[in-house]
């Protein structure tokens, strides 16, 4: 069984097909703790390498989602001059607002079922906390 896996390896080599991988040519660097665990290791070398852990990247995306509805609705609220068309947009954007953390909560809630410890864990958001905070500013 090993050998037609090395043969087919050997056969994807000769066809050229990890010409162009990131960092060809260039050495690993592996001189990491020997002591830590293989996780570790493991996560440290495919950084160093330009990857990341899907669940590390997923932690990243929601964290962009997040700001990105917290920035909209911050420029929303400093543009509220007390008007009544600015009354409208205000409570049009929280209701924005509160959708998008509601779909982002979802994410949270799933995202923290794959990270593999809870340090890892996101805490869901309370959007009218948030939004509280930003009119006190």
Do not use: C
Not at 37 to 42: D, K, P, T, W
Not at 51 to 72: C, D, F, G, H, M
Request: aromatic fraction near 10%; charge should be neutral.
């Amino acid at each position: 069984m090993s050998f037609d896996i090395e043969e087919q390896i050997r056969d994807a080599q000769d066809a050229g097909h990890f010409n162009n991988l990131p960092g060809v040519g260039k050495p690993l660097n592996l001189t990491r703790n020997p002591f830590a665990q293989q996780e570790q290791l493991a996560h440290d070398i495919l950084q160093s390498n330009g990857y990341t852990l899907p669940w590390v990247e997923e932690k990243r995306s929601i964290e962009a989602q997040i700001n990105k509805a917290t920035q909209q609705l911050k420029r929303t609220w400093v543009r509220y001059d007390g008007s009544r068309e600015a009354a409208y947009s205000w409570r049009a954007a929280k209701q924005v607002y509160r959708e998008a953390i509601g779909g982002i909560n979802k994410r949270i809630r799933s995202f923290n079922l794959k990270a593999p410890n809870p340090h890892f864990h996101l805490l869901a958001i309370d959007p009218e906390a948030n939004i509280r905070d930003i009119q006190e500013f």
